[in-house]
């Protein structure tokens, strides 16, 4: 059978995004439980609870607390909304900080479960770049999800951008234990990755543990 | 045994979730412990046994799968009930082939999970009488046999 790389392409994205809205639910459901559980609550209190001095304030309480749950699950919605329009159109320009703080946002829960922190250190003034940003958050996904997969339990990873030369800079640095250090290639194939990072115009390297991707800046 | 002897042990890495919903099983009169991890939940099981746990699935740290299987080879008495915002089928099969009682998903209703505990209470009590009754009878059927023999 001849090696389809558009299929093979194709069947990677969908998986992508797969897995972006798995992570995106479950981290819904469980703001919804909150909420759910905080309203039942405060249905006790009134139906079953004692009467106490402090109640105003334990209503109170749980009301900050639904609110609390409210404001993540829209925030989280927001990035989510930015993320799907990133497919709108094939080339666009974009603030790459955004794109990235959006795939940071979907996969802090993951990130979370093996108690990996990701941080930011993304360079204030970057200039905006002309290319598929839906592409990108593709290519850079892939790779975040293999260090967070890799990472020992306590580790780091920060994600750094920058302009620098008439290109974007995007660095993924673990900061921890590498697992497996001795098979550092991403989830992805190679010849996917290779295409990808073809059809942004791009290059990929490694400098030790960092991974390292430049994407010519086009002049808008 | 009235609803407030039964202790209830709440493994959930949402604190909020976890908080919640241990207050509202303590004014239906059960006793709540909770705990944020399962490391945590496991070291606490070395200081008191609850008769039931509700735990979660997808926690950092141990799998919620990894935890229960602790639980049984430990505590087998213990009846462990999954509460998961995330399970699947095939989950909810490993769960009860690990000895999990029950399955259910986020966000449950609490008369169900209430229910739900009263159930799995009442299991783990047959299961301890039905374990006395056996070695009781097998203790009598050792004295017999050795009468018989004299």
Same mark, same amino acid.
């Given at each position: 059978?001849? *090696?389809d790389e558009?299929?093979? &392409?194709?069947v990677s994205?969908?998986s %992508? /995004?797969?897995?972006? !809205?798995?992570g %995106?639910?479950h981290?819904?459901?469980? *703001?919804?439980?909150i909420?759910?559980?905080s ?6 209190m ?8 402090n $109640?105003?304030?334990?209503? &109170?309480?749980? /009301?900050?607390?639904? $609110?609390?749950?409210i404001?993540?699950?829209?925030? !989280?919605f927001?990035y989510?909304?930015? %993320? ?13 900080n955004e794109?990235?703080?959006?795939? /940071?946002? &979907?996969? +802090?829960?993951a990130?979370?479960q093996?108690?990996?922190s990701? $941080? ?5 003034d ?14 850079? %996904?892939?790779?975040l ?5 890799? !990472? ?8 750094k +951008? ?6 974007t ?9 590498? !697992? ?7 989830? &992805?194939? *190679?010849?996917?990755q290779?295409?990808?990072v073809?059809?942004l ?9 960092? +991974?390292? /991707?430049?994407?010519?800046i086009?002049d808008? | 045994?009235k ?8 493994i959930?890495?949402?604190v ?8 509202r099983?303590?004014?239906?009169? =059960? ?9 945590q939940a ?6 008191e046994?609850?008769d ?17 299987q602790?639980?049984?080879k ?7 009930i999954?509460?998961t ?15 999990? =009682? ?6 449950a209703?609490i008369e169900t999970l ?9 299991e ?8 006395i009754? =056996?070695?009781e009878?097998g203790? =009598?059927?050792t ?6 023999e004299?």
């Open positions: 059978m001849e *090696y558009e299929r093979d &392409l194709r994205q969908l %992508f /995004i797969g897995n972006i !809205l798995a %995106f639910t981290e819904i459901k469980n *703001y919804i439980a909420i759910k559980e309203a039942g609550l405060m249905g006790d009134i139906k079953l609870g004692k009467k106490s001095k $109640e105003p304030q334990e209503y &109170l309480e749980i /009301i900050h607390s639904i $609110e609390e749950q404001e993540k699950t829209n925030d !989280l927001r989510l909304n930015r %993320f799907s329009h990133r497919m709108d159109n094939e080339l666009s320009t974009f603030n790459v794109t990235m703080e959006e795939l /940071i946002a &979907l996969l +802090t829960r990130a979370n093996r108690k990996i990701i $941080e930011k250190d993304f360079q204030k970057i200039l905006p770049m002309n290319n598929n940003p839906s592409m990108l958050q593709f290519l850079v %996904f892939h790779f999800e293999e260090k967070i997969t890799k !990472l020992d339990k306590n580790s780091r990873l920060i994600i +951008t920058e302009s620098a030369n008439g290109s800079v995007i660095r993924i640095i673990p900061k921890g234990n590498l !697992l497996d250090a001795d098979k550092e290639k991403g989830y &992805l194939p *190679y010849e996917i290779d295409k990808v073809r059809q115009g791009g290059n990929i390297s490694q400098e030790k543990e960092e +991974t390292v /991707i430049k994407i010519p086009t808008i | 045994m609803q407030k002897d039964i202790k209830v042990l709440l959930d890495d949402e909020a979730l976890a908080n919640t919903l241990a207050q099983l303590k004014m239906r009169d =059960f006793k709540v412990g909770t705990a944020y991890d399962g490391e496991l070291s606490k099981l070395k200081e046994e609850p039931v746990i509700v735990l979660d699935l997808k926690m950092p740290g141990m799998h919620g799968m990894e935890v229960l602790e639980i049984k430990a505590h087998p008495d213990i009846q462990v999954i509460l915002g995330h399970g699947t089928d095939k989950d909810e099969e490993d769960a009860k082939r690990l000895g999990g =009682f029950d399955f259910l998903k986020k966000p209703d209430e229910h739900k505990i009263k159930a799995a209470f009442k783990k009590m047959e299961r301890t009488l039905s374990t009754a =056996f070695a009878k203790e =009598f059927n004295i017999q046999q050795k009468n018989n004299e």
